[in-house]
T-cell receptor, first 113, second 117 residues
Framework: GENVEQHPSTLSVQEGDSAVIKCTYSDSASNYFPWYKQELGKRPQLIIDIRSNVGEKKDQRIAVTLNKTAKHFSLHITETQPEDSAVYFC????????????FGTGTRLTIIP | DTGVSQNPRHKITKRGQNVTFRCDPI?????LYWYRQTLGQGPEFLTYFQNEAQLEKSRLLSDRFSAERPKGSFSTLEIQRTEQGDSAMYLC???????????????FGPGTRLTVL
């Protein structure tokens, strides 16, 4: 089955700097890669996703890149703000396939004011 | 609120008791998923439905666990003879059907936190 690894497990950045979280996946059939933000005690919130026919996608301060050959995908947050502090999870699945999301182990991002 | 809802939000039970959780998905979503999340980990897939059909079950879903979606709308997850290892957050998600170029995005409910004493 699919295995998703996520690094780093914790990340602290100064407010205004950029943060990058990286994930690798094992199943070359995976074709849909969402990112979720989870604040303490709250539901995972879908913040951005990318499909295998696209190399990069951007939404305001958040961008995601995908390298299908290397089976890597990354989340980039620019101009970080205190409200970006949360745990971020990457995930992978096969749309039109088994559909279940396999999650990484999470990155706790702390923005230092 | 038109998002995914779950009830109860918290459940404390004694070992050996049965518990049942409910999930109400976003109304137009055909698919409904159950995941389990323990502290410090990402959610783990348990099972999913397309309309009323249960299409896949994880090996994590022992025979003490059963899920239903009888009319293709809300779903219930029952755990029989609970064990302390069942303590976790049980998350429900729903999604529209995938389609060429889109769809399949999963939106999560707030979860039911189960504590087994």
């Amino acid at each position: 089955g699919e295995n998703v690894e996520q690094h780093p497990s914790t990340l602290s950045v100064q407010e205004g700097d950029s943060a990058v979280i990286k994930c690798t996946y094992s199943d070359s059939a995976s074709n849909y890669f969402p990112w979720y933000k989870q604040e303490l005690g709250k539901r995972p919130q879908l913040i951005i996703d990318i499909r295998s026919n696209v190399g990069e996608k951007k939404d305001q301060r958040i961008a995601v890149t995908l390298n299908k050959t290397a089976k890597h995908f990354s989340l980039h947050i620019t101009e970080t703000q205190p409200e970006d502090s949360a745990v971020y999870f990457c995930a992978a699945t096969i749309n039109f396939g088994n559909e279940k999301l396999t999650f990484g182990t999470g990155t706790r991002l702390t923005i230092i004011p | 609120d038109t998002g995914v809802s779950q009830n109860p939000r918290h459940k404390i039970t004694k070992r050996g008791q049965n518990v049942t959780f409910r999930c109400d998905p976003i109304s137009e979503h055909n698919r409904l998923y159950w995941y389990r999340q323990t502290l410090g980990q990402g959610p783990e897939f348990l099972t999913y439905f397309q309309n009323e059909a249960q299409l896949e079950k994880s090996r994590l879903l022992s025979d003490r666990f059963s899920a239903e979606r009888p009319k293709g709308s809300f779903s219930t997850l029952e755990i029989q003879r609970t064990e302390q290892g069942d303590s976790a957050m049980y998350l429900c998600a729903s999604s529209p059907l995938p389609r060429a170029g889109g769809g399949g995005e999963q939106f999560f409910g707030p979860g039911t936190r189960l504590t087994v004493l």
